[in-house]
């Protein structure tokens, strides 16, 4: 089992910046790939960034160049780092784990990020 814990939503104007943290804990050797995903309300969950044990990242297009996913002590510690942001930004952040040779997936409580016009 893999525990994940987020923190460091919160409010923001227009053009600011957060970084968001997540926490890994348990078994985390197990870990292949972690995410960043968010959902907005009345909206369905969207994956934004991931990136793999060899530090491989990818980003969905509307955050390209704004946010950076990122990792410290092995799968210890999820990073994202958000830049530039909008109101199309609000949503609650969801921090995800994939350990694929025993089929299994992790998900965070959440986080709320609120962009502010």
């Known amino acids: 089992q893999v525990q994940l814990v987020e923190s460091g939503g919160g409010t923001v104007d227009t053009g600011g910046s957060l970084r968001l943290s997540c926490e890994a804990s348990?078994?985390?050797?197990?870990?292949?790939?972690m995410a960043w995903y968010r959902q907005a309300p009345g909206k369905q969950r969207e994956l934004i960034a991931t990136?793999?044990?060899?530090?491989?990242?990818h980003y969905r297009d509307s955050v390209k160049g704004r946010f950076t996913i990122s990792k410290k002590n092995g799968w210890g510690t999820l990073y994202l780092q958000m830049n530039s942001l909008a109101p199309e930004d609000t949503a609650i952040y969801y921090c995800?784990?994939?350990?694929?040779?025993?089929?299994?997936?992790?998900w965070g409580q959440g986080t709320q990020v609120t962009v502010s016009t």
């Open positions: 348990g078994s985390i050797f197990t870990i292949n790939v």
């Open positions: 995800n784990a994939k350990a694929l040779l025993v089929s299994a997936e992790y």
């Open positions: 990136i793999t044990n060899g530090n491989y990242t």
